[in-house]
């Protein structure tokens, strides 16, 4: 019997010294614990995705650095650590360390180059293949992207003996994510008849989030292990091996691998220790939440580790009455804590009664400090000083947008005062349509629900009522409005958002054209207005904060159309 630890750890870009620090506390735990191996996410000691700071050679040294002193002193146990490799160029890589040394190396094979991955940007392709055996134990690694493909590096694993494959990984969490994968590996390991660990990151970068979730599938397919979710955790799991070699015999398939790829050189490394007296683990599978929990969750861990990671104390919040901001403050207090969150409310002329009551009312179900900071005078005066050269002009948008500059001004003062962050409380489907003003609500310095369309801010709202009632019934159900003019509602510009963001999904995340999009039952006429505001609006998107990652299609990284741009689709 072996014992494997799986630790999913939370590393942060960048801070190499106390990532080793932390590889190095969980090897102690794991250790004594009784685990041989252990084994840690994908780029683990440099924090994923490191980007850019690839390209700077201290960077680089600095983690081959940390490498090293981690290795001199593991002992008693196999580690296996994600880092940067250089070797005439860079590699992404998995170092196996064993009493006091890295043994060997492994070097990515398949780098992912789609959705917010660019890693051909950065690494060269690895294309040895090894696996590493402590006597009469066969184990092989590989990383993250390599287990996504039936042709990759694992049939070559396989057929070198291989009881158990530990897969390294840094998967970035996206709504109907983790059943896929999980389907994906429950696949794989049954098709190879072997025991299949999946060790993935944990925590927020920027707009990613990483969801943990390690596994371990047994040879038949089978879930026998499941870690935290969003949580750091070190699953421990135990294998025997005489479970895998016996459907081999009877499997000649699968003891011949598939021979188009290239054949795993077999590592020694020092014999497991005998463990008399080692009680056997209890397997642990951890839940899985439920869909909409599941997202809610990511959204927590994002925003705190945006707000912990980048320094802020406390961040601050315009809040409006409205859904979004209702709900961006709960989020937020939900990950912080209710001392670090400041609300703002700043009404106008046009702002209901009712709107600074729900308001109010929030603050006090959250129990944050709230401000009342009125722009009247402040609008008045922008109206004086522009009534001459705006003479013989009628309002229109420009007084609207005005307001909401005001406002972004004065939140962005309450921000360079104290040093709080602000954040936006925009959704995906005001985003996508460019129903936000630049420099006024966009203001900020994190969008939490930026990927977020209305129909499902709605949905995360029932959701945060159902554990504890904070956000006001009225604001569920009061029609949407942006209050910058007398009665103004948000369908007076957009469609419903239940007609809305399907015809936004289509487009956004599914590619589809106008004419295909139309087809599901949506006007034709609609939908290229729809789509035309989309299209004009990326100069908007370009300047807007960084905000979470939830579905197959974020504005940022994942999408990347230019301002410039001529093309229309019209769906012909």
């Known amino acids: 019997m072996v014992r494997i630890a799986l630790a999913q750890i939370n590393s942060r870009v960048g801070d190499i010294s106390g990532n080793a620090a932390k590889i190095l506390d969980f090897t102690n735990l794991a250790r004594k614990n009784g685990a041989d191996i252990i084994a840690f996410p994908e780029m683990v000691l440099t924090g994923y995705p490191p980007e850019d700071l690839l390209f700077k050679p201290s960077f680089v040294k600095k983690n081959l650095e940390h490498l090293s002193w981690v290795a001199e002193r593991v002992s008693g146990i196999t580690a296996i650590v994600g880092f940067i490799d250089r070797h005439s160029d860079l590699y992404n890589a998995a170092a196996v360390i064993s009493e006091k040394r890295i043994v060997a190396v492994y070097y990515k094979h398949l780098l992912p180059n789609y ?13 040895e293949n090894k696996v590493f055996s402590t006597g009469e134990f066969i184990f092989g690694v590989n990383i993250c992207e390599d287990i996504w493909h039936p042709s990759g590096p694992l049939s070559g694993q396989v057929a070198a003996g291989s009881h158990l494959i530990i897969n390294i990984s840094a998967s970035p969490y996206q709504q109907g994510k983790v059943e896929q994968k999980e389907r994906m590996l429950a696949s794989r390991a049954s098709d190879y008849a072997v025991f299949l660990c999946h060790v993935n990151l944990v925590g927020g970068q920027d707009e990613l989030v990483f969801d943990g979730q390690s596994v371990l599938f047994g040879p038949d397919g089978k879930i026998l292990a499941r870690a935290k979710p969003f949580q750091e955790d070190l699953l421990l799991v135990d294998v025997d091996p005489e479970v895998v070699e016996k459907p081999r015999i009877l499997e000649p398939r699968i003891r011949k691998g598939d021979l188009s790829q290239t054949p795993a050189t077999i590592i020694n490394l020092p014999a497991l220790k005998t463990r008399k007296h080692r009680p056997k683990v209890g397997l642990r599978v951890e839940k899985r939440l439920p869909e909409i929990a599941e997202v809610y969750q990511a959204l927590i861990t994002g925003t705190h580790d945006y707000v912990e990671k980048n320094g802020f104390q406390k961040v601050i919040i315009g809040l409006s009455g409205g859904i ?35 308001a109010k009312s929030l603050a006090e179900n959250l129990g944050i400090e709230y401000h009342v900071i009125p722009i009247e005078k402040i609008f008045r005066l922008y109206l004086e000083v522009l009534q001459e050269p705006f003479s013989g002009r009628k309002p229109d948008i420009t007084e609207e947008n005005i307001q909401a500059r ?28 460019g129903y936000c003003t630049l420099y006024g609500d966009m203001a900020g310095g994190f969008a939490v ?26 604001v569920l159900k009061r029609p949407p409005s942006a209050e910058l003019r007398f009665h103004q509602k948000d369908t007076d510009t957009l469609p419903d958002y239940a007609v809305l963001d399907p015809i936004l999904k289509a487009y956004i995340e599914e590619n589809r054209s106008p004419s295909e999009i139309a087809k599901s039952g949506f006007s034709l006429k609609l939908v290229r207005k729809v789509v035309s505001l989309v299209d004009r609006n990326e100069y908007k998107r370009r300047q807007a904060p960084p905000g979470i990652k939830i579905t197959s299609r974020a504005f940022g990284k994942d999408w ?13």
């Open 324 to 358: 979004d901001s209702a709900l961006t403050a709960t989020i937020a207090v939900d990950s912080l804590g209710k001392e670090r969150v400041v609300g703002l409310f700043m009404p106008s002329r046009y702002s209901a009664e009712i709107s600074g009551i729900d």
């Open 449 to 474: 629900l930026k990927d977020i369309p209305k129909t499902l801010v709605y949905r995360l709202a029932e959701y945060r009522n159902g554990i504890k009632p904070v956000i006001p019934k009225r």
């Open 115 to 127: 959705s917010v991955f660019d890693e051909e940007r950065y690494f060269k392709t690895g294309t």
């Open 406 to 433: 005001i406002r972004g001004n004065i939140i962005m003062a309450f921000s360079n005062k104290f040093g709080y962050l602000v954040l936006t409380t925009g959704n995906k489907s005001e985003i996508a349509t």
């Open 560 to 572: 990347r159309l230019p301002i410039t741009n001529a093309f229309k689709d019209n769906g012909e």
